[in-house]
């Protein structure tokens, strides 16, 4: 189910990145003091009581070579079309800017619930400096910090008292729900439509999620799908189009609703930063993966281009070596037809579980190969191990002491189930906990 989304929007230089950062509990966020330096993390999942929602600082939104203010506006329009929520942030120690005023008006047209945090409100004695923000026409502001994190609670309660009530359709369990993410322009949309052209057996086009996404609902070889397709796919615009981080926002609803994630790459293009940012937020979801290379068709290609292609994908997506590639062209629907099974396949890999005595030979033949370290003069003992979920597999191992769990042997173990047992486009999780 699709999270509530929160944009902090503002001027440059009012603390939105620590403000972020705060919430988040992690400096994700590059915080300096001076405008516009952020350059990193833009998004994140946060929890406040019992609400959990997502995060955008939409400071690290790079318009390009825009005008300072068109800038601000260009960001603030983005977080108007994505949040459920928008958190204003004002400098208490500069007062009313004309930028304030200018983001403001942008906001109250929007008609979304605005919160307004009057920030760098460091002392008791500063709050007299709020009053000033009533002006702005979004009711009481709220006095905080974000360098000392003072009065964000009394904040996050207020925005949390706009989250809508989430309605979204729930599918059966055996469908699998699948999306294509990528940068703009990489084909992400004819893809779906080569594939519903392809297969000719539509059932029906669903509207009503919470953010009026449309999935397409079909069937296969006796198998039911849906296209997880964010409201933004087919929308054009130059604030959009000229963003690529922007494409990272509409990556990640549908993300958080499919089973599979497909990542398209643009073939003709090659790799690009971006396609590994987007990439990674769909590994660290815990979705099953496949890459798909789209645009096939436009590349000057030999016997061995394929393989140098596959080679350069594995040596920029380390973190996604078990993720099957693809090679499609949308335009001429080669190979299109070979996704769908793929597809299928990962999926169930995704929900696969082992029995767990299968599961301690294959942990304690691993040891035997190569024993566990130590440190310190204590070694590492492995007891038992067992799985605890799916999507994505997920693993306990019960040990003595979890701090002698080094990362390097973890991955070891990892290889050795993925060895063992067929997880070819899920990620696996291996929790190391103490036996009692």
């Known amino acids: 189910m699709a999270k509530p989304v929160v944009a902090i929007v503002g001027r440059p230089n009012v603390g939105k990145s620590t403000i972020f950062n705060r919430i988040v509990g992690e400096r994700i966020s590059i915080v300096e003091d001076i405008p516009g330096v952020t350059r990193d993390r ?57 930028a304030d005023e200018m983001v403001a008006k942008i906001l109250y047209r929007s008609q979304k619930p605005v ?50 009530k989430q309605d979204e359709i729930v599918y059966d369990d055996d469908v699998i729900k699948f999306s294509f993410i990528g940068r703009p322009n990489v084909g992400k949309s004819s893809l779906v439509n080569a594939i519903l052209g392809e297969e000719r057996v539509i ?15 079909y069937t296969f070889e006796d198998q039911e799908y849906v296209i997880i397709d964010t409201a933004g796919m087919r929308k054009k615009g130059k604030v959009y189009e000229s963003t690529e981080k922007y494409s990272v926002l509409r990556a990640l609803r549908a993300i958080e609703r499919s089973d599979v994630v497909c990542v398209v790459i643009n073939g003709e293009e090659g790799i690009r930063e971006q396609d590994k940012r987007i990439a990674g937020y769909a590994h660290e979801a815990g979705r099953a993966i496949v890459i798909v290379v789209n645009k096939w068709d436009a590349v000057e290609k030999d016997e061995k281009t394929m393989k140098k292609f596959e080679e350069k994908i594995r040596e920029h997506f380390l973190f996604l070596s078990y993720a099957p590639i693809v090679f499609v062209s949308a335009k001429t629907k080669k190979r299109v037809n070979n996704l769908i099974p793929v597809i299928r396949r990962v999926s169930e890999n995704h929900s696969l579980r082992v029995q ?9 033949d691993a040891v035997a190969m190569n024993p566990t370290p130590t440190d310190k003069g204590q070694r590492l003992r492995i007891y038992y191990s067992t799985q ?10 019960f040990v003595n002491n979890p701090e002698l769990m080094h990362f390097s042997y973890e991955r070891f173990l990892e290889n050795r189930i993925r060895d063992a047992f067929d997880f070819e486009g899920t990620p696996i999780r291996i929790l190391s906990r103490q036996r009692k």
Request: glycine share 10%; hydrophobic share 40%; aromatic share 8%.
């Open 356 to 364: 767990s005595s299968i599961l301690n030979e294959v942990i304690m």
């Open 42 to 98: 833009i998004y994140s999942s946060a929890e406040w009581l019992t609400h959990d929602f997502n995060i955008i600082d939409t400071g690290g939104i790079d318009i390009g070579d825009e005008p300072f203010l068109e800038q601000i506006r260009a960001q603030a329009e983005i977080a108007i079309d994505e949040a459920d929520v928008i958190i204003f942030i004002v400098s208490g120690r500069e007062g009313v800017t004309t």
């Open 388 to 397: 605890v979920s799916v999507k994505p597999p997920t693993f306990v191992v």
């Open 203 to 217: 059932v029906s086009d669903i509207e009503g999620t919470t953010r009026d996404a449309i999935d397409s609902s």
């Open 115 to 164: 919160v307004l945090g009057v920030n760098k409100i460091d002392n008791p004695e500063m709050r007299d400096q709020i009053y000033d923000f009533y002006a702005l026409g979004f009711g009481e502001p709220f006095p905080i910090s974000g360098a000392h994190g003072i009065g964000l609670g009394d904040l996050l309660d207020e925005a949390a008292k706009h989250f809508p």
